[in-house]
Protein backbone atom coordinates (compact mmCIF):
# COMPACT_ATOMS: atom_id res chain seq x y z
CA UNK A 1 0.00 0.00 0.00
CA UNK A 2 1.97 2.93 -1.29
CA UNK A 3 -0.27 5.77 0.27
CA UNK A 4 0.76 9.02 -1.45
CA UNK A 5 2.84 9.47 -4.09
CA UNK A 6 4.54 12.53 -5.58
CA UNK A 7 6.79 12.89 -8.96
CA UNK A 8 9.08 14.13 -9.70
CA UNK A 9 11.10 14.04 -5.85
CA UNK A 10 13.64 16.31 -7.17
CA UNK A 11 13.71 19.03 -10.45
CA UNK A 12 15.09 22.14 -10.88
CA UNK A 13 14.38 24.87 -13.21
CA UNK A 14 14.86 28.27 -14.73
CA UNK A 15 13.09 31.33 -14.43
CA UNK A 16 9.76 31.30 -17.12
CA UNK A 17 9.74 27.52 -17.75
CA UNK A 18 6.50 25.45 -16.81
CA UNK A 19 5.79 21.75 -15.02
CA UNK A 20 3.94 19.54 -13.27
CA UNK A 21 4.01 18.00 -10.21
CA UNK A 22 2.17 14.92 -10.49
CA UNK A 23 0.24 12.82 -6.93
CA UNK A 24 -1.42 10.15 -6.73
CA UNK A 25 -3.36 8.04 -3.77
CA UNK A 26 -4.60 4.69 -3.42
CA UNK A 27 -6.60 4.93 -0.20
CA UNK A 28 -9.80 6.22 -1.85
CA UNK A 29 -9.66 9.93 -0.29
CA UNK A 30 -12.53 11.95 -1.47
CA UNK A 31 -9.78 15.01 -0.54
CA UNK A 32 -6.28 16.11 -1.97
CA UNK A 33 -4.52 19.07 -0.87
CA UNK A 34 -1.46 20.98 -2.01
CA UNK A 35 1.01 22.69 0.20
CA UNK A 36 4.25 24.23 0.21
CA UNK A 37 6.85 24.39 2.88
CA UNK A 38 9.99 27.01 2.40
CA UNK A 39 12.77 26.52 4.78
CA UNK A 40 12.22 27.32 8.48
CA UNK A 41 8.41 28.00 7.86
CA UNK A 42 5.10 25.68 8.40
CA UNK A 43 3.48 24.60 5.42
CA UNK A 44 1.13 26.95 3.30
CA UNK A 45 -1.47 25.41 1.62
CA UNK A 46 -1.84 26.50 -2.22
CA UNK A 47 -4.37 24.23 -3.23
CA UNK A 48 -7.02 21.66 -1.87
CA UNK A 49 -9.99 19.46 -3.29
CA UNK A 50 -12.45 18.47 -1.50
CA UNK A 51 -13.83 16.39 -3.61
CA UNK A 52 -13.67 14.91 -7.11
CA UNK A 53 -14.82 17.84 -9.49
CA UNK A 54 -14.05 20.43 -6.62
CA UNK A 55 -11.03 22.21 -6.32
CA UNK A 56 -10.50 25.58 -4.23
CA UNK A 57 -7.66 27.71 -3.32
CA UNK A 58 -5.57 28.06 -0.08
CA UNK A 59 -3.14 30.51 1.17
CA UNK A 60 -0.77 31.02 -1.39
CA UNK A 61 -2.39 29.98 -4.75
CA UNK A 62 -0.78 32.84 -7.33
CA UNK A 63 1.55 31.20 -9.58
CA UNK A 64 -0.04 27.40 -9.57
CA UNK A 65 -2.90 25.82 -11.14
CA UNK A 66 -4.24 22.50 -10.24
CA UNK A 67 -6.37 19.99 -11.81
CA UNK A 68 -8.23 17.08 -10.42
CA UNK A 69 -7.90 14.97 -12.80
CA UNK A 70 -10.08 11.70 -11.02
CA UNK A 71 -10.24 10.61 -7.29
CA UNK A 72 -6.56 9.27 -7.32
CA UNK A 73 -5.08 12.05 -9.00
CA UNK A 74 -4.27 15.81 -8.46
CA UNK A 75 -1.45 17.57 -10.21
CA UNK A 76 0.12 20.91 -9.28
CA UNK A 77 1.21 23.19 -12.77
CA UNK A 78 4.03 26.10 -12.05
CA UNK A 79 2.83 27.84 -15.52
CA UNK A 80 6.26 30.27 -15.39
CA UNK A 81 8.55 29.29 -12.58
CA UNK A 82 9.98 31.82 -10.74
CA UNK A 83 12.90 31.57 -7.93
CA UNK A 84 10.23 32.37 -5.22
CA UNK A 85 8.51 28.96 -6.04
CA UNK A 86 11.57 27.40 -4.87
CA UNK A 87 10.08 25.28 -1.98
CA UNK A 88 9.29 21.52 -1.02
CA UNK A 89 5.82 20.71 -1.92
CA UNK A 90 3.80 18.38 -0.33
CA UNK A 91 0.83 16.72 -1.43
CA UNK A 92 -1.78 14.82 1.05
CA UNK A 93 -5.56 13.32 1.09
CA UNK A 94 -8.06 12.66 3.57
CA UNK A 95 -11.07 9.96 3.56
CA UNK A 96 -13.22 13.10 3.86
CA UNK A 97 -12.96 16.87 3.37
CA UNK A 98 -13.46 18.57 7.21
CA UNK A 99 -14.00 16.18 10.63
CA UNK A 100 -11.26 14.78 12.50
CA UNK A 101 -9.99 12.89 9.89
CA UNK A 102 -6.48 12.52 9.61
CA UNK A 103 -4.12 13.95 6.64
CA UNK A 104 -1.60 11.47 4.54
CA UNK A 105 1.11 13.15 3.27
CA UNK A 106 3.54 12.15 0.30
CA UNK A 107 7.26 12.73 0.88
CA UNK A 108 7.83 15.66 -0.99
CA UNK A 109 8.77 17.36 -4.60
CA UNK A 110 12.10 19.29 -3.96
CA UNK A 111 12.06 22.36 -6.76
CA UNK A 112 14.38 24.76 -7.17
CA UNK A 113 13.72 27.36 -9.64
CA UNK A 114 17.00 29.07 -11.13
CA UNK B 1 -9.90 28.19 13.61
CA UNK B 2 -8.06 29.52 16.46
CA UNK B 3 -4.27 30.23 17.16
CA UNK B 4 -2.06 28.10 18.84
CA UNK B 5 1.69 28.94 20.81
CA UNK B 6 4.14 26.51 20.88
CA UNK B 7 7.74 26.57 21.62
CA UNK B 8 10.06 27.27 19.03
CA UNK B 9 12.47 24.31 19.96
CA UNK B 10 12.65 21.91 23.17
CA UNK B 11 15.54 19.31 23.73
CA UNK B 12 15.53 15.89 25.51
CA UNK B 13 17.51 13.19 26.51
CA UNK B 14 17.02 9.85 24.81
CA UNK B 15 14.87 7.42 27.42
CA UNK B 16 13.23 10.14 28.86
CA UNK B 17 9.76 11.53 28.88
CA UNK B 18 8.91 14.37 26.71
CA UNK B 19 6.38 17.11 27.38
CA UNK B 20 5.68 19.61 24.42
CA UNK B 21 3.63 22.30 25.55
CA UNK B 22 0.55 24.05 23.29
CA UNK B 23 -1.54 27.22 24.25
CA UNK B 24 -4.58 27.79 22.85
CA UNK B 25 -6.15 30.29 24.78
CA UNK B 26 -8.63 31.49 22.19
CA UNK B 27 -10.08 27.61 21.51
CA UNK B 28 -13.53 27.59 20.62
CA UNK B 29 -16.03 24.97 22.44
CA UNK B 30 -15.98 22.72 19.09
CA UNK B 31 -12.37 23.01 17.99
CA UNK B 32 -10.38 19.75 18.20
CA UNK B 33 -6.89 19.56 18.93
CA UNK B 34 -4.35 17.47 15.97
CA UNK B 35 -0.96 17.34 16.71
CA UNK B 36 1.43 16.59 13.31
CA UNK B 37 4.71 15.64 13.54
CA UNK B 38 7.50 15.91 10.59
CA UNK B 39 10.78 13.84 10.41
CA UNK B 40 13.64 15.37 8.33
CA UNK B 41 13.07 15.41 4.70
CA UNK B 42 9.47 13.76 4.81
CA UNK B 43 6.24 15.27 4.77
CA UNK B 44 3.94 15.18 8.00
CA UNK B 45 2.32 12.42 10.31
CA UNK B 46 -0.35 11.85 12.01
CA UNK B 47 0.34 11.75 15.59
CA UNK B 48 -2.83 12.14 18.14
CA UNK B 49 -6.14 14.29 18.32
CA UNK B 50 -8.88 15.20 21.10
CA UNK B 51 -11.47 17.23 22.28
CA UNK B 52 -11.83 17.06 25.89
CA UNK B 53 -10.74 13.99 27.48
CA UNK B 54 -6.88 12.78 27.59
CA UNK B 55 -5.99 10.83 24.35
CA UNK B 56 -3.49 7.41 23.96
CA UNK B 57 -2.16 5.87 21.30
CA UNK B 58 0.55 3.81 20.30
CA UNK B 59 2.60 6.94 19.68
CA UNK B 60 1.67 9.41 22.55
CA UNK B 61 -0.49 11.39 25.20
CA UNK B 62 -2.43 13.83 24.76
CA UNK B 63 -3.36 15.74 28.29
CA UNK B 64 -6.31 18.44 27.72
CA UNK B 65 -6.10 21.30 30.55
CA UNK B 66 -9.69 21.10 31.98
CA UNK B 67 -10.25 24.63 30.46
CA UNK B 68 -8.90 23.75 27.32
CA UNK B 69 -6.76 26.55 26.79
CA UNK B 70 -3.66 24.58 26.67
CA UNK B 71 -2.61 20.79 25.83
CA UNK B 72 0.64 18.96 26.03
CA UNK B 73 1.62 16.14 23.85
CA UNK B 74 3.53 13.21 26.14
CA UNK B 75 5.63 11.12 24.50
CA UNK B 76 6.63 8.40 27.02
CA UNK B 77 10.32 7.44 26.08
CA UNK B 78 12.24 9.48 23.51
CA UNK B 79 13.80 7.76 20.98
CA UNK B 80 16.66 9.03 17.92
CA UNK B 81 13.66 8.74 15.57
CA UNK B 82 11.57 11.18 17.88
CA UNK B 83 13.44 14.04 16.57
CA UNK B 84 10.95 15.91 14.56
CA UNK B 85 8.77 19.26 14.35
CA UNK B 86 5.36 18.53 16.00
CA UNK B 87 2.53 20.72 14.77
CA UNK B 88 -0.37 21.97 17.27
CA UNK B 89 -3.24 22.85 14.98
CA UNK B 90 -6.91 23.63 15.87
CA UNK B 91 -9.73 22.76 13.73
CA UNK B 92 -13.42 22.80 14.57
CA UNK B 93 -14.53 19.87 11.96
CA UNK B 94 -17.94 21.83 11.17
CA UNK B 95 -16.41 24.60 10.06
CA UNK B 96 -17.03 23.88 6.71
CA UNK B 97 -14.15 24.81 3.95
CA UNK B 98 -11.09 24.91 6.15
CA UNK B 99 -8.53 22.60 6.03
CA UNK B 100 -5.88 22.11 8.09
CA UNK B 101 -3.57 25.27 8.82
CA UNK B 102 -0.03 24.41 9.81
CA UNK B 103 2.30 27.23 12.16
CA UNK B 104 5.76 26.67 12.77
CA UNK B 105 5.60 23.91 15.56
CA UNK B 106 7.97 22.90 17.98
CA UNK B 107 11.57 21.45 16.80
CA UNK B 108 12.48 18.78 18.88
CA UNK B 109 15.75 17.42 19.73
CA UNK B 110 16.85 13.75 21.02
CA UNK B 111 20.75 13.40 22.57
CA UNK B 112 21.93 10.34 22.61
Redesign the interface.
Known sequence: NAGVTQTPKFQVLKTGQSMTLQCAQDMNHNSMYWYRQDPGMGLRLIYYSASEGTTDKGEVPNGYNVSRLNKREFSLRLESAAPSQTSVYFCASSEVFGGTGELFFGEGSRLTVL | DAKTTQPNSMESNEEEPVHLPCNHSTISGTD?I?W?RQLP??????VI?GLTSNVNNRMASLAIAEDRKSSTLILHRATLRDAAVY?CIL?D?????T???????TRLSVIA
Open positions: YHYSQGPEYHYRPNSGNPLVFGKG
